[in-house]
């Protein structure tokens, strides 16, 4: 058995479809060099707007986008075909190394997430993971109370009124409404949230008045609350009026 046989009988014996979408053509092509040589089925594209048209039209197996792209970036084309309800795996590629664009990478949908340089070894590593895996049917919106949110579209809505979010409160956002209704901590939300932030926790609390003001105080709720000693914890609608000072368990108030 040849080489590129024996590599396609390591991933199961089929065809498997991997579509790049990257700028810089010397890196793209060593790339589809060294996949084809792994026995993938490579088909590159070197914009934004060709890679959305590329992922509508074909069918792959995996993606690998790169942020930083002509005509239009790495996250509009992902947050583009997560909301046609394309949920093909991708990998998105970078130059820079900070945890705002990983943060926003998987918010939009992404499945994985290398920074430049990489290692092709850990390349097709991540690829044979995220095709073991596949790509099941995701929701397309989460929902705590009358309080939605989009990650393709990148919207929140509550009551009908659409709420404007910076990109870190919706990370928040979305870590909270996905823990919804568990108690989560400053280092839980600053190790997913922030990732490798290394200043004071309070930034934490913060950031938690500011989406208090926005989801609840124009509504006269209190769903996004504060456990004393413990964290944060993210309810289904409760009026102000309703709420119990003092009661076990009892929160801080709005603006903590």
Known sequence: MNTVAARIS????????????????????SMRRGLVGEGFVVDVVHDGVSGVWAA???????AILDIMLPGMNGYDVLKDIRARSIWTPVIMLTA???????TDAFDLGADDYLTKPFSFKVLVARLRALIRR???????KITVGTLILDPARRTVTRRGDLIKLTAREFSLLTFLMRNAGSVVGKFDILNNVWDAYEGS????EVYI???????DTPYGLR??????GMGYRLDPDTDVAESVEGAPGSFDKLGS
């Not at 390591?10 to 793209?28: F, H, P």
């Not at 926790?201 to 934490?204: A, D, I, L």
Request: proline share 3%; no cysteine; glycine share 10%.
């Open 10 to 29: 390591e991933l199961g014996g089929t065809l498997v479809r991997v579509l790049i979408v990257e700028d810089e053509k010397g890196l793209a092509e």
């Open 56 to 62: 509508s039209e074909f069918s792959y197996d995996v």
């Open 96 to 102: 820079k190394d900070g945890e705002y664009d990983q």
């Open 134 to 140: 596949g790509a099941p049917e995701r929701p397309n």
């Open 201 to 204: 926790e309070n930034v934490v």
């Open 209 to 215: 008045g500011y989406l208090r003001k926005k989801i």
């Open 223 to 228: 769903t996004l609350n504060t456990v004393r």
